[in-house]
């Protein structure tokens, strides 16, 4: 693959139409999971290829043919990308996309995506500055009931998240200025996260709620709504037409 012709993308927009049972069975199915499986490892410090390999990652079990075109897209992909990765600033004092706080979280869900089960997407970006150290796309264990519960339990693993990191910071003997911020572009979940009044609505996700609610009256979180066009965890939850994540030479 490293003669083949690049893509603009890991995966196409159309990758939303691909199931569990579509196209024929691979006869040997070990070269697509020892590609796959290589691919996770790759995702560890290439977040454009995270959705990418979740979504293919879910067909380990019984790839086919379809499935193994879209990995050799992603293949595809890297070959025209293998010059380029993350930035880590040395000063983190100023802030690439306008928010000014010291660590910081976009997080997003992508309600009942999933064609063969109706299960969510629910992916996160950790900011330490203007410098990305931490994010996930993975698929959710359960099925939401509406988008605001799905970008809740988002809500959720990013705070979880955003615990471990201050707890690592503490150790390292990082001082935050200020107490770290999750930015959701959904209003409910937003809301849910600081009004009691939601609660008696979602009972189901009773530990989920009183976890967020925790941290956030302690002081230990802040929730901020964020419009759509400035979510940058969505390209984490759905393939898009055009990559929006920048990377640098």
Same mark, same amino acid.
């Given at each position: 693959m490293?003669?083949?012709k690049p893509?603009?993308?890991?995966?196409?927009?159309?990758a939303?139409t691909?199931? @569990?049972?579509?196209g024929?069975?691979?006869?040997n199915p070990t070269? &697509?999971?020892?590609?796959v499986?290589?691919l996770?490892?790759?995702s560890?410090?290439?977040p454009d290829?995270?959705f990418?390999?979740?979504k293919?990652?879910?067909?380990?079990?019984?790839?086919t043919?379809?499935?193994?075109?879209?990995?050799?897209?992603?293949?595809?992909?890297?070959v025209g990308?293998?010059? *380029?990765? @993350?930035? @880590?600033h040395?000063d983190s004092?100023?802030n690439?996309h306008?928010?000014a706080d010291q660590l910081h979280?976009?997080l997003d869900?992508?309600?009942?995506?999933?064609?063969?089960? &109706?299960?969510?997407?629910?992916?996160y970006?950790? &900011?330490l500055?203007r410098?990305?150290i931490s994010?996930s796309? *993975? *698929?959710?264990?359960t099925?939401?009931?509406?988008?605001t519960e799905a970008e809740y339990?988002?809500v959720?693993?990013?705070?979880a998240?955003?615990c471990w990191?201050?707890?690592?910071?503490q150790?390292l003997g990082?001082a935050?200025?200020?107490?770290p911020?999750?930015y959701?572009?959904?209003?409910?979940a937003?809301?849910l996260?600081s009004?009691p009044?939601f609660?008696?609505?979602? *009972?189901h996700?009773?530990?989920?709620y009183?976890?967020?609610?925790?941290?956030?009256q302690f002081g230990? @979180?802040?929730?901020?709504?964020? /419009?759509s066009?400035?979510?940058?965890?969505?390209?984490l939850?759905?393939p898009? /037409?055009?990559s929006?994540?920048?990377?640098v030479?």
């Amino acid at each position: 693959m490293l003669d083949a012709k690049p893509v603009l993308t890991p995966i196409p927009s159309s990758a939303s139409t691909i199931f @569990l049972l579509s196209g024929s069975p691979l006869q040997n199915p070990t070269v &697509y999971r020892e590609v796959v499986g290589s691919l996770q490892y790759l995702s560890l410090t290439r977040p454009d290829v995270s959705f990418a390999v979740n979504k293919l990652s879910q067909f380990m079990r019984s790839p086919t043919d379809e499935h193994w075109i879209l990995v050799k897209r992603i293949l595809r992909y890297l070959v025209g990308t293998l010059q *380029k990765g @993350l930035l @880590l600033h040395r000063d983190s004092s100023h802030n690439l996309h306008a928010f000014a706080d010291q660590l910081h979280a976009f997080l997003d869900a992508d309600w009942a995506g999933n064609r063969d089960d &109706y299960s969510s997407t629910g992916a996160y970006l950790v &900011y330490l500055g203007r410098n990305l150290i931490s994010w996930s796309s *993975k *698929k959710q264990k359960t099925i939401a009931r509406s988008s605001t519960e799905a970008e809740y339990r988002s809500v959720a693993a990013t705070t979880a998240e955003l615990c471990w990191v201050q707890s690592l910071l503490q150790e390292l003997g990082v001082a935050l200025s200020s107490s770290p911020v999750i930015y959701c572009d959904n209003i409910g979940a937003t809301q849910l996260s600081s009004n009691p009044i939601f609660h008696s609505r979602m *009972k189901h996700v009773a530990v989920d709620y009183h976890f967020i609610r925790d941290q956030v009256q302690f002081g230990q @979180l802040r929730g901020a709504h964020v /419009s759509s066009a400035d979510q940058l965890a969505d390209f984490l939850t759905k393939p898009l /037409s055009t990559s929006t994540f920048q990377f640098v030479s």
